[in-house]
């Protein structure tokens, strides 16, 4: 008898035996997986502001912000990869970066603060915005590049 034609062969094997997502380059991870690293490099990096103005100026809070939200967002995205690293990291860079922007708009600004005035501020916004898409774009690269290098051909 002959088999239906949407039976494929992987379909056939048993479950111990079919391929998973990462074995035929599909991203294992999530897009909430994503999103939720995204948001946990958000939080902290509030977190981080919120002691910053509690305990120092606002020009130095805007400055440690500028070089603590890189750093912490390389440490995300250095876990993301880690844990599943078959996201493009040009994705996982704006991905990150357009989620840090509409949480400041939404949370911070529109419900918080009340104005988007924060949005007027290179050294309070923008230069973190660009810094952060940097960082996650370059810790992507080098780990992608790193696991991809490691792997031998066939």
């Known amino acids: 008898m002959e088999r239906p034609a949407t039976m494929t062969l992987e379909s056939s094997k048993r479950p111990s035996e079919r391929a998973d997502a990462s074995d035929v380059g599909l991203p294992r991870a999530s897009l909430a997986s994503l999103f939720a690293h995204g ?88 230069v973190p915005f660009a810094l952060i898409f940097v960082s996650a774009f370059v810790t992507g690269t080098l780990l992608r590049r790193g696991r991809l290098g490691g792997q031998t051909q066939a």
């Open 39 to 126: 948001f946990v490099g958000w939080a902290a990096c509030g977190v981080l502001m919120g002691v910053l103005l509690a305990t120092a100026s606002l020009e130095t809070a805007l400055i440690a912000h500028a070089v603590g939200a890189p750093i912490i967002f390389a440490a995300i995205t250095a876990h993301l990869f880690l844990r599943s690293g078959r996201r493009p990291p040009i994705v996982v860079a704006g991905t990150f970066t357009a989620l840090v922007i509409a949480l400041d708009a939404v949370i911070v600004a529109w419900l918080i603060e009340r104005s988007f005035a924060m949005f007027s501020s290179v050294l309070g916004t923008w």
